[in-house]
């Protein structure tokens, strides 16, 4: 079982940067495939990136590559998500979301865990 919280969302500036985080509890973090997908209102839930349970493999959706990093310290059952250069188009309810296997990273229904999101706005 793996519970997970995540911080750090907030307003912005488009340009500006954030950072969140997402806090996991359970013996089974550093073992779990973490990712963050977001949604923004009226849309589907989307991909955003993903991280081997080693953090040596990551996973970017298109829209974010070359301005969002995910890591991860497993010491601190964390996850990390740092965001520069947003845009308007960012904006959403950002989820912190984990699985026990490899397979389908991208794919929102295959994962197990869920956090209840924290809000990004950009403003233009």
């Known amino acids: 079982q793996v519970q997970l919280v995540e911080s750090g969302g907030g307003l912005v500036q488009a340009g500006g940067s954030l950072r969140l985080s997402c806090a996991a509890s359970?013996?089974?973090?550093?073992?779990?495939?973490m990712a963050w997908f977001r949604q923004a209102p009226g849309k589907e839930r989307e991909f955003v990136a993903a991280?081997?349970?080693?953090?040596?493999?990551?996973y970017y959706a298109d829209s974010v590559k070359g301005r969002f990093t995910i890591s991860r310290d497993n010491a601190k059952n964390t996850v990390y998500l740092q965001m520069n250069s947003l845009k308007p188009e960012d904006t959403g309810v950002y989820f912190c979301?984990?699985?026990?296997?490899?397979?389908?990273?991208?794919?929102?229904?295959?994962?197990?865990?869920w956090g209840q999101g924290t809000q990004v706005t950009v403003s233009s």
């Open positions: 359970g013996r089974t973090f550093s073992r779990s495939v």
């Open positions: 991280i081997s349970w080693s953090g040596d493999i990551t």
């Open positions: 979301a984990a699985k026990t296997t490899i397979v389908g990273v991208t794919r929102s229904r295959e994962y197990e865990y």
